[in-house]
């Protein structure tokens, strides 16, 4: 079963406190890995899309990685307007899971 | 302007009313797409459309039906609303590969008693 995982489901940092936020997805054959940003009662913005192992995106203080099993959003030295909620997707294969979300990382960076 | 626009932006109806949910884009994409978000189960595809004449079934699509009435507009109709259709609706555009870098509406909030 097409199946996307994403943890923490909450993570709150100090301005200038780098982490990772996770995104672990089982599907058979990728052909694509989306990360996106929602801010609180907006639709989500799109960020990257990757589509092999080893591909790097960037933008600003944001950097999306992937592996064979997961893709990583690096946020470094964040500062408060890049809390959101951080949502990645895959495209599926069945039918029932032609695109499948993560429920979301909610990031909270505080002053 | 925004480039994807949704009417209403809330609406607050009753069990067995007809509502209809309207999203209009002037991206000039082909791909249109309505999703549902309920709090710890992120985000859902109802159904998608690939051009005027293509319309297709999502995961979730059972009570719900969708009209693609020009390459800009495509709309959501629940035919009649029940309480666990209570959630933010979303309309998305893209241009590329199917699925592939969309573009969301603000959403719908959508609360049925």
């Known amino acids: 079963e097409d199946q996307v995982t994403q943890s923490p489901e909450a993570l709150r940092l100090q301005e200038g406190e780098s982490s990772s936020l996770n995104c672990s997805y089982t599907v058979s054959g990728l052909r694509g890995l989306f990360w996106y940003r929602q801010d609180p009662g907006k639709g989500p913005e799109f960020l990257f899309t990757?589509?092999?192992a080893g591909e790097e995106k960037e933008k600003e203080r944001l950097k999306a990685t992937l592996t064979k099993k997961e893709s990583f959003l690096h946020i470094t030295a964040p500062k408060p307007e890049d809390s959101a909620t951080y949502l990645c997707?895959?495209?599926?294969?069945?039918?029932?899971?032609?695109?499948?979300f993560g429920s979301g990382t909610r990031l909270s960076i505080r002053p | 302007d925004a480039d994807v626009t949704q009417t209403p932006r809330n609406r607050i109806t009753k069990t067995g009313k007809r509502i209809m949910l309207e999203c209009s884009q002037t991206k000039g994409h082909d791909r249109m797409y309505w999703y549902r978000q309920d709090p710890g189960l992120g985000l859902r595809l109802i159904y998608y459309?690939?051009?005027?004449?293509?319309?297709n079934k999502g995961e979730i699509s059972d009570g719900y039906s969708v009209s693609r009435q020009a390459q800009a507009k495509f709309s959501l109709s629940l035919e009649s609303a029940i309480p666990n259709q209570t959630a933010l609706y979303f309309c998305?555009?893209?241009?590329?590969?199917?699925?592939?870098?969309?573009?969301f509406g603000p959403g719908t909030r959508l609360t049925v008693l």
């Open positions: 459309s690939f051009d005027v004449k293509d319309i």
């Open positions: 997707a895959v495209p599926g294969y069945s039918s029932a899971s032609k695109i499948i």
């Open positions: 998305a555009t893209s241009e590329k590969q199917p699925f592939e870098e969309q573009f």
């Open positions: 990757l589509y092999s």
